[in-house]
């Protein structure tokens, strides 16, 4: 397993039955602009607001609404895909039981991912921009990047994290997808509150997930820690007062989110840009947000916390739980956009400070 920030994306190759990188794939075709793809379905506000997620050197794209396929076109007679993707319980009814359930031979989710996504992302790569990351949320979490991911393997920021909701007992992350995880306390539509759930919390509680009086013992948080996850690498960032929409992504011209980008698809030749990508995700996090690191322990490559203000924890339990370590990243006790501000206007960047006191010192004296 690669580190996370110089993880290269893989295609499945038909021809020779086997995972290609985009260079390996089309060697004729020099990958120079790399692309940030976002899937549509679940995942609007980002779309809207492309104009304003800006990381640099690469580009944002949204997969259509528009596209023709012969699924589409043989039963809407034309190609948009926006009625089909919209309430899964419509167009995929009993989709929750697992993907044994899923008509793959009618508009919906999972044809739009195989379909539509699997396309562009090809076409990206055979126009020399193939996907560094993709991004999705909601439904397009739930159902879409599960079927991109047969096909495609990539750093993923999933919005919702569906991986972890309740009830989709059979969803699985491929080990070599670079994870990072969005969620809300009161995000009642996708983790509604395990004490509501007809007092059955073990049949809810997904499996990757232990269970609230475990995580509150063991880590002394709510925040759903995924311990037992496949992925090789996963982020989770968890704000007890978002909801749904994660709003906290989009304060101040959705700086949160774009460092989020940034650390998912930074290309650093050494371990010192993985480490300040990590800097800018904390920088930008509210002060009553959670960030947690996960990583298998037989990875080659450790995350690099140098200057984090860290916490390692024992995991005990479990064989697979052995196998997995977790640090949660405590937050900076001043402001994000204070100590934002105070790192654009001191000289050395060198030394900041450890409490608010001291921050308000330091930008009295213009340090």
């Known amino acids: 397993v690669q580190d996370m920030a110089l993880s290269e994306p893989k295609i499945w190759s038909s021809a020779t039955g086997q995972w290609q990188?985009?260079?390996?794939?089309?060697?004729?075709?020099q990958q120079q602009s790399p692309t940030i793809l976002i899937i549509t379905p679940g995942a609007g506000a980002l779309v809207r607001d492309m104009n304003v997620l800006r990381v640099p050197g690469f580009k944002l794209e949204a997969t259509p609404l528009r596209y023709a396929s012969p699924i589409i076109m043989?039963?809407?007679?034309?190609?948009d895909w926006s009625h089909f993707t919209r309430d899964p319980d419509q167009s995929m009814p009993g989709w929750e039981l697992g993907r044994s359930e899923w008509n793959m031979d009618s508009p919906n989710l999972a044809t739009?991912?195989?379909?539509?996504v699997l396309s562009v992302i090809r076409e990206l790569i055979n126009r020399g921009r193939g996907p560094a990351a993709i991004v999705c949320g909601s439904r397009g979490g739930d159902i879409t990047i599960r079927v991109v991911w047969d096909e495609w393997r990539g750093p993923t920021l999933m919005l919702n994290a569906s991986c972890l909701r309740p009830g989709l007992s059979d969803y699985e992350v491929p080990k070599d997808v670079p994870l990072q995880l969005v969620t809300g306390g009161l995000d009642d539509l996708y983790f509604p509150s395990e004490?509501?759930?007809h007092n059955a919390i073990g049949s809810y509680s997904r499996p990757a997930v232990p269970q609230r009086d475990q995580r509150r013992l063991r880590f002394h948080t709510q925040a759903p820690v995924p311990v037992r996850l496949d992925a090789c690498r996963t982020l989770l960032y968890h704000r007890h007062l978002d909801d749904h929409d994660a709003e906290s992504l989009a304060w101040y011209n959705w700086s949160l989110l774009r460092a989020l980008?940034?650390?998912?698809?930074?290309?650093?030749p050494d371990t010192r840009n993985s480490s300040q990508?990590?800097?800018?995700?904390?920088n930008a996090s509210p002060r009553d947000a959670e960030v947690w690191l996960l990583e298998q322990?037989?990875?080659?490559v450790r995350w690099d916390l140098t200057g984090l203000h860290e916490q390692d924890y024992e995991v005990c339990g479990t064989e697979q739980d052995e196998t997995v370590r977790i640090v949660r990243i405590h937050m900076h006790s001043a402001c994000a956009r204070c100590w934002l501000q105070l790192q654009r206007n001191c000289c050395c960047r060198k030394r900041h400070p450890s409490s608010r006191q001291e921050l308000n010192l330091s930008l009295t004296q213009g340090r």
């Open 21 to 29: 990188t985009y260079r390996k794939h089309q060697p004729g075709v």
């Open 74 to 79: 043989q039963s809407h007679d034309n190609d």
């Open 112 to 116: 739009y991912g195989r379909d539509v």
């Open 195 to 197: 004490g509501t759930l």
């Open 261 to 268: 980008l940034k650390s998912l698809v930074s290309d650093a």
């Open 277 to 282: 990508a990590l800097h800018e995700v904390i």
């Open 297 to 300: 322990q037989d990875g080659a």
